[in-house]
């Protein structure tokens, strides 16, 4: 395969420390290094032996599989007896390697090329450390090599077993720690990325793990003695942290392989900005990298910084730190810490801190008991690492603790806080005692929770609920204040509405210096009350004068509010206001016109008043600032001719403005033209009264004397009729009736039903003419007539009809000759003795016990 044969790889350093310069030399000329310039990156890996051929396997494909082909062949001159078989596979192929027993398989350093990452990528693959195959002197060449990768490479992958993270020698802390000395002593900053592949990963997040590993990173930095030119350097001017987690590759292979694989696409221009070595300094060219490899070797062989730290105090860590993580696994499985652990979960546990002082007394008695013969300093650090972890893990218990302390106490400060306020006491005063007593209660409940073997502050916490009770009270002062304003605010409502509406609607020169005074009384009566209501409050005075200022702006806006709502209904009380005073006298009687009454005055006093209220209603005047919007009105509209007169040579009209010369527009209810525009509606809709007045005293007047002309006629008809003994009118008459009456009498031709009820309408007629005696009446001249016509009238049509109706019931076997019906005989008597009736004038009243009946004395008579 091609891919095959561009992944060479060469044994960089030889197991006993030897530079391979052939090698190096020739490695760089077949995958024609010198050519990429500055666009490579060198990637090494290193960590406990074994620990990383599997992930190399799939990381850099071919890269395991070269290196462990050129170990075989270096391994095969060697004379070891035994041999194991490593199969491995690539895509369809499988390679068998044959080596030692299980072994340390890396001697020194190798390098290979990684085919199909961009850019050029060189791994180096470094001795596996706490080998056995080394012995003590193991840890002088990790040393050597791990600072050599530092220096020479641009992303480090730390290989970890998860169970190491915290201990010393297997998670290379004093490795770091003397390679970091070195380093900075020895180079300058290249910003090199350290990235610590945690291996086998247990079910502890990566987000517990992560924090530990920086922590240690940084603790070693922090140790380490600096040279003068790097006491203030932070570890990011030497490297860049990474931390990734990764599962078992025997538990878990395909998902070990998952992450590996997305591991290996963040080498994947691993340069440019924001890659993993993005922002690295001081690249050596390409062409120069076997020459600078070679003498960083050299500087680092020659140093003697590099000594093997003291055996007692290696097994002493070693053993005190295993010492440490039983100790600490027993905690965790202890059943009384993990009862507690789940009851503070969801609610307070009564002696908490006692409870759990007295299981860490035991651990840590335990873990002093176990290591009491090591290294007293080792023993001690890890003593108070062992410590730290436990509290760490107890810490969350402790807060969650805290928490419901917190809670409940807060709870039964609003219901102590509510109570109090139903039992009328003052707000500022039950707010203040209750949180001085339930702050004093969260003082001794927190202290009992206390933990023996720390120090931590709960002050925190206990400003927290400070804040929530200061809040608390916050939200329920802003909640009576604003009851307490809505109060008040609906009381000077209450107070100002009507009677505001009912100034304003009898508008006259009193009416705003009525209302002006009606203000200052309510809104002073509401302040002394809301002044009184606040006082149990306790508010600084700055805000108590804003409180009432609102107050008294609220007041004011209501009378505002209100002269704008009538204002939007003055055209409707002008036109009430005008009819009621042009239709009622004095007396608000109901007018009648008869004639003699100054229509014109009548209408001009009831306008006047209009314009008054029009006045009244064009703008708000709380100020008592005067103005001329009457007399402007005036002038203008209900006396335009003197008003020309004062303003003459002046064209403009005074009322073809948007606003008033001496009122500003925020108290503007109507401008002078909506004024205007309101009086021409206004003039224009109460034209029809004035009309229908003008009328009806014309129509009186008409009546009047088409009644003296009536009366004339009649008199002198009758005169004449008597000297003539003729009832017949005139002959101009008859030719005027029809003439007159040309229509009438073709509607009768038409409709002959017409002449049966003009029968009927004439046979009632005649029996009235005959039962009244209008002629007879008529004798004495006619207002005498009319008077004693306008007497009778009514009593003699009642007892006509009467007649009629008992004419009606009469039984039908009744002879009909005995028993004629009166309004026949009536009719007939008129008919036939026509002069007989006329010369009766007088008619006789008989009275009966259902009244008084006029009856006509010829009507009893039978015809001659």
């Known amino acids: ?64 599989l070269v290196i462990m082909i050129l170990i075989y062949a270096k391994l095969s001159t060697d004379s070891v007896n035994g041999c194991f078989v490593i199969f491995m596979k690539y895509g369809r192929e499988e390679y068998i390697v044959e080596s030692p027993v299980w072994s340390q398989t890396t001697k020194g350093i190798w390098m290979a090329h990684c085919v199909g990452i961009e850019p050029c990528t060189l791994v180096m693959d470094l001795e596996g450390s706490d080998g056995r195959e080394r012995g003590e002197d193991d840890t002088a060449f990790e040393k050597q090599s791990a600072l050599f990768a530092l220096a020479v490479s641009d992303i480090v992958l730390i290989n970890m077993w998860c169970h190491d993270i915290g201990r010393e020698q297997a998670a290379n802390k004093p490795l770091l720690k003397t390679v970091f000395q070195v380093m900075m002593r020895l180079f300058s900053p290249r910003k090199t990325t350290l990235m610590f592949v945690i291996r086998d990963k247990t079910r502890t997040p990566l987000e517990n793990l992560e924090p530990i590993l920086r922590e240690d990173v940084q603790k070693i930095w922090d140790s380490v003695p600096k040279p003068d030119a790097h006491k203030e350097t ?33 080498f994947f221009h691993s340069i440019a900005p924001g890659g993993l070595a993005g922002d690295r300094r001081g690249v050596v060219p390409a062409s120069g990298f076997s020459f600078s490899a070679q003498q960083i070797w050299k500087v680092i062989k020659e140093n003697k910084d590099l000594d093997l730290p003291a055996h007692k105090v290696m097994v002493a860590t070693v053993r005190c730190d ?68 436990l509290l760490q893990l107890i810490k969350p218990a402790y807060q969650s603790m805290l928490e419901h302390i917190c809670s409940e106490t807060l709870d039964r400060f609003k219901e102590a806080l509510d109570n109090t306020l139903n039992e009328g006491k003052g707000f500022a005063v039950a707010a203040r005692d209750c949180t001085d007593y339930f702050m004093t209660q969260f003082d001794e409940t927190s202290a009992d929770a206390q933990i023996g073997q720390t120090n931590w502050d709960s002050s925190k ?29 609906k009381k000077l409502n209450e107070a100002l509405a009507a009677p505001v509406e009912a100034l304003l609607d009898g508008a006259s020169d009193d009416t705003w210096p009525a209302i002006r005074k009606l203000l200052r009384r309510e809104t002073e009566v509401a302040i002394n009350g809301f002044c009184s209501a606040l006082s149990a409050f306790e508010i600084d005075d700055i805000t108590k004068e804003k409180m009432l200022v609102r107050l008294e702006d609220y007041a004011r806006g209501v009378v505002e509010a209100k002269a704008k709502e ?54 708000v005047r709380l100020d008592d600032d005067a103005d001329s919007i009457e007399n402007m009105l005036s002038l203008a509209l209900v006396d335009p001719k003197s008003g020309a007169a004062a303003s003459r040579g002046i064209s403009a009209d005074p009322l073809a403005s948007s606003s008033w010369d001496e009122v500003p527009s925020s108290k503007t209810l109507l401008s002078p033209v909506q004024c205007k525009n309101l009086w021409r509606q206004f003039t224009a809709e109460t034209e029809y009264t004035v009309s229908q007045a003008i009328t009806a005293q014309v129509m009186l007047a ?25 009832w017949l009118p005139p002959p101009w008459a008859i030719l005027a009736l029809v003439v007159l009456g040309f229509n009438e009498f073709m509607t009768l031709l038409r409709n002959p039903l017409y002449l049966g009820v003009i029968f009927v309408a004439f046979l009632l007629t005649k029996a009235l003419w005959v039962q009244l005696d209008i002629s007879g009446e008529f004798r004495n001249g006619a207002l005498p007539g009319i008077l004693s016509l306008s007497t009778k009238f009514l009593p003699t049509v009642m007892n006509l009809l009467r007649k009629l109706a008992e004419e009606g019931q009469r039984p039908a076997n009744a002879d009909p000759q005995q028993n004629p019906t009166a309004p026949a005989m009536t009719l007939r008597s008129t008919t036939n003795d026509h002069s007989a009736m006329s010369s009766s004038a007088s008619s006789e009243v008989t009275t009966s016990g259902n009244g008084t009946e006029y009856s006509s004395p010829s009507s009893s008579k039978k015809p001659q």
Request: charged letters at 30%; hydrophobic letters at 40%; aromatic letters at 10%.
């Open 1 to 64: 395969m091609n891919e095959r044969d561009h992944c060479c790889s060469t044994h960089l350093i030889e197991g006993d420390g030897t530079f391979n310069v052939a090698g190096v030399d020739n490695f760089v000329k077949e995958i024609k290094l010198a050519e990429c310039g500055l666009s490579y990156a060198v990637v090494a890996i290193m960590g406990p032996q074994s620990s990383g051929m599997y992930m190399i396997d799939i990381l850099f494909p071919f890269v395991p």
């Open 234 to 266: 932070p570890l990011s001017e030497f490297f860049n942290v990474e931390v990734v987690a990764l599962s078992s590759y025997e538990e878990k292979e395909e998902q070990f392989k998952e992450q590996v694989a997305s591991l290996r696409q963040r």
């Open 322 to 389: 295993e010492i440490a993580n039983e100790k600490f696994s027993s905690f965790v499985e202890n059943e009384a810490w993990r009862q507690l652990e789940d009851i503070v979960q969801s609610r307070p546990v009564p002696g908490f801190g006692k409870k759990l002082t007295s299981i860490l007394d035991v651990c840590l008695s335990e873990y002093d008991a176990d290591a009491t013969y090591f290294d007293e300093g080792v023993r001690s650090s890890k003593r108070k690492q062992l410590e730290e972890k």
């Open 461 to 489: 916490v206990r400003e927290k609920l400070r804040r929530d009770i200061d809040a608390h009270v916050a939200a329920v002062r802003a909640t009576k204040l604003s009851d307490l304003t809505t109060l008040f605010e």
């Open 566 to 619: 009538e204002a939007g209904r003055v055209l409707t009380r002008m036109k009430d206001r005008f009819s009621m005073l042009f239709s009622h006298d004095s007396d608000s009687m109901p007018r009648v016109w008869t004639g003699k009454e100054d229509i014109r005055a009548i209408t001009k006093t009831a306008r006047s008043a209009s314009l008054k209220l029009l006045s009244v209603m064009a703008a």
């Open 702 to 726: 008409c009546l009047m004397l088409w009644i003296f002309l009536m009366y004339h006629a009649s008199y002198n008809f009758i005169e004449a009729s008597r000297r003539n003994n003729n």
